[in-house]
């Protein structure tokens, strides 16, 4: 069965990762409701949760599933092998069942292996699950199967490698993470093109951090005097992208819903002046560093440790605002096959050739704690 996402009227999904809460931190239903029914009144089908986002499938089944016909809508869900309930491959693949059973779907039209990265990838061979979604669709309680990762370039290549029957990966893309080596999503967006895979993608704000963004960002995006919000100018980017299928946003209340809508529904691509304003943007945060790195590389060629010392920098610059796993795992991302901040023996040929003149060693000791 070929995948649907060309048939879709826009190209926003609803993430349901971040739903709105009631005081006593329960999901507030009657207002998913209310972004449930502006979302399909706008024409909007693409639903996401998942087995890890507590109390979003049971939520879903009250505002979508139990109010609008089963065709009406797609809904996908992922099963994560690292979870405190997962203690084997039964308990993995039980996932899917009650995943299942809370949202009341009957199936899943897209489900997802959850999360994929370095640290994780040898539970999903050790459990069978890569042949788990192919017995799920067989059994058509699956419509499509594919991956959510978090990884380096080399790892999406040898997944899509061994495992050409997957049918789409869901991706972190924005304008902060295109050229960032710690994500590398320009060219995790160009390996999938290049194995045909069609593109859903996750963090297009960066959980937040580009719908607040730093002074100098918002002053670049304030000039335009334009109507998109920081988040638009964020959506709207990665949206405009070909190779982009679905763009998840994982709004939280019925303002953002209307926002979203209000520039996703007739979405009109980046023009050539917009996309000069987000790489003005991405100039700004490259700039926004606490260590001037200009990234030359002249620090690396002759390190015996060969450690990684301009990306080291760019993951410590930018953890500003930007949660611990995140920035533990582009940490992990840059230093797959270099040495690490710890791994510095204080010979200083770094800072002999440094044209910044920066007391590498000493700034290498204050990146260790990006391994604690």
Known sequence: MSIEFENMK????????RLPKNEDE???????????????????TYFDTAFAYPGSEEAIKEALVKRYPRESYTLASKLIA???SVHN?????????????????????YYLLHALQRTNIDLYDKYG??????????????????????ADPQLLEELLQKHPDVEFVQLQVNYADWENPGVEAKKNVEICKKHGKPVIVMEPVKGGILADPIPTVKEIFDKENSPYSYAAW???????????????????????????????????KLNEHEEEVIRKAQEALEADKAIPCTACHYCTK?????????????????????????????????????????DCIECGQCESVCPQHLPIISLLKDCRSLED
């Open 10 to 17: 826009m190209k926003l999904g609803f993430g349901l990762m």
């Open 26 to 44: 329960s999901i507030d239903v009657e207002q998913v409701k209310q972004m449930v029914d502006l979302f399909v009144e706008a024409g909007g």
């Open 82 to 84: 690292v979870n405190p």
């Open 89 to 109: 491959e039964e308990d993995a693949k039980n996932e899917f069942n009650v995943s299942l059973e809370r949202s009341g779907a009957g199936y899943f039209d």
């Open 129 to 150: 699950l890569w042949d788990y979604v192919k017995e799920l669709k067989e059994k058509g309680l699956i419509r499509h199967y594919g991956f959510s990762f978090h």
């Open 234 to 268: 964020a959506i709207r980017y990665v949206a405009s992208k070909d190779e982009v299928n679905v763009v998840l946003s994982g709004m939280s209340n019925v303002e953002q819903m209307k926002d979203n809508l209000s520039f996703m529904k007739n979405m009109e």
């Open 302 to 342: 002759g390190c015996p440790m060969n450690i990684a010392i301009p990306e080291i920098f760019t993951v410590q610059n930018r953890k500003k605002g930007s949660p611990e796993f995140r920035t533990k795992r582009e940490y992990l991302i840059v230093t797959l096959d270099k040495g690490k901040a710890s």
